[in-house]
T-cell receptor
Framework: NAGVTQTPKFQVLKTGQSMTLQCAQD?????MYWYRQDPGMGLRLIYY???????DKGEVPNGYNVSRLNKREFSLRLESAAPSQTSVYFC???????????FGQGTRLTVV | QKEVEQNSGPLSVPEGAIASLNCTYS??????FFWYRQYSGKSPELIMS????GDKEDGRFTAQLNKASQYVSLLIRDSQPSDSATYLC????????????FGSGTQLTVLP
């Protein structure tokens, strides 16, 4: 079982470049999440999708956009990358909004 | 006040001892509570979930919830060096914004 799969695992961007982080889950989960993790800051929610067709802002949405393409896939887009967006990004999914989430392996993004 | 607070540690315990990890949360209406383990450079792994007051045991792990005191704890019995990791407390907030919110984590080291 793949669980939650994120691509790419590593990425280096120049300031101002754009990119999309891909996430797919094969657990038939309704809810999906994007987090970023910075040293000493813990996991901070960027966006989440409670179900297919819905998305909501989390704690730190500025500079990001998301698309819930279908039940399996939830992508995160950086339109104009900034050094402050250097972080490790995690996608997660859960069966429902009251259930624990399962995480992908993460994407380590560096913006120079 | 942070929504989910944990002592950052580091917490060190000898092998075979009980490790006690604590977490407090600010949203009194929160209903779902989770503990995650994160090894260095890896993604968070869900190890315990608890939804009602009292204790929940799973192997060497016991989660304790006290909603009146807005307090969640994790006990690890017979601690092993392989338990050395960062432990993250997570809470699903109440209301329409049912976001999975994390504390900043407690780093645990089990000394052989």
């Amino acid at each position: 079982n793949a669980g939650v799969t994120q691509t790419p695992k590593f990425q280096v961007l120049k300031t101002g470049q754009s990119m999309t982080l891909q996430c797919a889950q094969d657990m038939n989960h309704n809810s999906m999440y994007w987090y970023r993790q910075d040293p000493g800051m813990g996991l901070r929610l960027i966006y989440y999708s409670a179900s297919e067709g819905t998305t909501d802002k989390g704690e730190v949405p500025n500079g990001y956009n998301v698309s819930r393409l279908n039940k399996r896939e939830f992508s995160l887009r950086l339109e104009s990358a900034a050094p402050s967006q250097t972080s490790v990004y995690f996608c997660a999914s859960s069966e429902g909004q009251a259930r624990g989430a399962f995480f992908g392996q993460g994407t380590r993004l560096t913006v120079v | 006040q942070k929504e989910v607070e944990q002592n950052s540690g580091p917490l060190s315990v000898p092998e075979g001892a009980i490790a006690s990890l604590n977490c407090t949360y600010s949203d009194r209406g929160s209903q779902s509570f989770f503990w995650y383990r994160q090894y260095s450079g890896k993604s968070p792994e869900l190890i315990m979930s608890i939804y009602s007051n009292g204790d929940k045991e799973d192997g060497r792990f016991t989660a304790q919830l006290n909603k009146a005191s807005q307090y969640v704890s994790l006990l690890i019995r017979d601690s092993q060096p392989s338990d050395s990791a960062t432990y993250l407390c997570a809470v699903i907030r109440s209301g329409s914004a049912r976001q999975l919110t994390f504390g900043s984590g407690t780093q645990l080291t089990v000394l052989p």
